[in-house]
């Protein structure tokens, strides 16, 4: 008899598990090199800082700026005119913007060393209730009052001005800033100027029509997410600023653009930015009124109008297109804020729908049906049941 030649389903599954094997080889080193590269990158962009908070910020700031930029094309205008048009009106707000917050809460919180006994005699009754804590604060303030209060006033004697414009604090500002707000600025334009082009190339560059179609979807769906969110929340902050403005004003607060403005920004972070603008109005109105319920009247307007703007206008508004979850948000204001610190925690959300929004086209990763239903620990498992079984 001649030897033996193995069936073709043999040699099929042979084949089929020999496939298999060199996919799960593939699958398991791509797995590696995504958890090594995804453990790697977040303190790569925090050693590198100084290169990835500008280009990022800049990126952002130009995909928010893409409507504007097509509604001037539309219009005939140049692609470049365009640019340089979006950059302008972004740089004017940044100038407005400078000069109705950072000038007069520098001349404001200069009166700091000035008022801390009138900050101790405002809270002296609350901290009578708290008799442990009342020997360590007065200890606090006194070396303050008796050491600190000079050597601030003094180096605010020797400081210059504030910058009044955008102009004046990159002129007052350490080179590295200067070159990181310029780099920022060139980037946000040849973005902009290159928009068009760029998008046409990368949808043409696909090798089918469905593949065409879908990088055309992810491309609009990341524009139409990031600017609409970055547009309404704006239009959203800054009312919720002028209204703080107003009341403020109403009840005789200094400077009330000035904390509208502080309110206004720090909402662009979640949760904890309303935290702060309610302590540093608490903080202001102890400078400036003598009663201790007048002075957290501030804080108090903060907190009420907040808690109105998240829970009824905000969701309102924004609608469920643009909903994110709470622990995703609170994770991405954790991961930015400590890889490029307050910018980071500015740019945490945006940077969050990007990339909800691309993840939400691509398909999200089934890490846990790739170790578990297909993978290695799922076949050991199945083993071990027939090894059970078996007699």
């Known amino acids: 008899m001649g030897v033996g030649v193995p069936a073709p389903d043999a040699r099929a599954s042979a084949l089929d598990a020999e496939t298999l094997r060199r996919d799960r080889l593939l699958a398991s080193l791509t797995l590696i090199a995504g958890l090594g590269l995804a453990l790697a990158l977040p303190f790569a962009l925090k050693a590198g800082a100084e290169f990835f908070l500008p280009v990022t910020a800049a990126l952002v700031i130009a995909v928010a700026l893409v409507p504007v930029l097509e509604w001037l094309e539309r219009r005939r205008v140049p692609a470049a005119l365009a640019s340089l048009l979006c950059v302008l009106l972004f740089l004017a707000a940044a100038n407005i913007a400078l000069a109705a917050i950072i000038v007069p809460a520098a001349q404001f919180f200069r009166q700091l060393p000035e008022k801390i006994g009138q900050i101790q005699m405002n809270i002296k009754p609350l901290l009578d209730l708290y008799s442990s804590l009342n020997k360590y604060v007065d200890d606090t303030a006194m070396r303050l009052a008796a ?149 957290l009247i501030p804080a108090f307007i903060v907190i009420g109008a907040h808690l109105v703007e998240a829970n009824a206008i905000t969701p309102l508004i924004v609608g469920h297109r643009l909903t994110i979850n709470p622990i995703m948000i609170l ?40 170790l578990f239903e297909h993978g290695t620990l799922d076949h050991q498992r199945r083993r071990d049941e027939r090894a059970s079984r078996s007699p």
């Open 147 to 295: 050491g600190g209060a000079e050597k601030m006033a003094s180096v605010a004697q020797a400081t210059n001005v504030p910058p009044r414009s955008l102009i004046e604090l990159i002129a007052s500002a350490a080179p590295t800033v200067f070159i990181q707000i310029f780099f920022g600025t060139l980037v946000v334009f040849f973005f902009l100027s290159g928009w068009t082009r760029l998008r046409r190339r990368t949808i043409t560059s696909r090798s089918s029509f469905d593949g065409a179609m879908a990088t055309a979807r992810v491309i609009q769906d990341v524009v139409d997410d990031t600017s609409s969110y970055l547009g309404t929340i704006t239009a959203i902050n800054l009312s919720l600023g002028l209204f703080v403005a107003f009341a403020l004003w109403l009840m005789g607060m200094p400077y009330p653009l000035m904390w509208g403005g502080i309110v206004a920004l720090l909402n662009y972070v979640p949760y904890f930015g309303p935290i702060v603008a309610a302590l540093l109005l608490a903080l202001g109105g102890l400078m400036v009124f003598s009663d201790l319920w007048v002075a």
């Open 331 to 370: 994770i991405s204001l954790s991961f930015w804020g400590w890889v490029w610190g307050t910018p980071g925690a500015l740019l945490a959300v945006p940077l969050l729908i990007i990339l909800q929004t691309v993840i939400g086209a691509a398909g999200q990763p089934d890490i846990a049906g790739f």
